[in-house]
Nanobody, 121 residues
């Protein structure tokens, strides 16, 4: 079974940092780009960041560029999202996903349970 388990969310003040982790199993990690998307109440789902498995190139939504950093450890089948300078508008449930397309297109083949990130003002 495919499993994508996100962790590391929590409550943080504006300007703070969090590091999300996602452990993947049940599929060939190296065959997919890996990404993070978020869903806030009343808002559309937003693709936040993605990392290519082929060349390590990265993609970031304009809303997080310069503040978030995605990385992956293929030996551990794990993808990370370092989030710095957090803002209240970053509050959402964050999900990791196996992306079956190029990163900018962000077509998700698999995703798992999310982790809540809450940024207080």
């Amino acid at each position: 079974d495919v499993q994508l388990q996100a962790s590391g969310g929590g409550l943080v003040q504006t300007g703070g940092s969090l590091r999300l982790s996602c452990a993947a199993s049940g599929f060939t990690f190296d065959d997919y780009a890996m990404g993070w998307f978020r869903q806030a109440p009343g808002k559309e789902r937003e693709g936040v960041s993605c990392i290519s498995s082929s060349d390590g190139s990265t993609y970031y939504a304009d809303s997080v560029k310069g503040r978030f950093t995605i990385s992956s450890d293929n030996a551990k089948n794990t993808v990370y999202l370092q989030m710095n300078s957090l803002k209240p508008e970053d509050t959402a449930v964050y999900y990791c996903a196996a992306v079956g397309s190029s990163c900018p297109d962000f077509v998700m083949d698999y995703w798992g349970e999310g982790t809540q990130v809450t940024v207080s003002s």
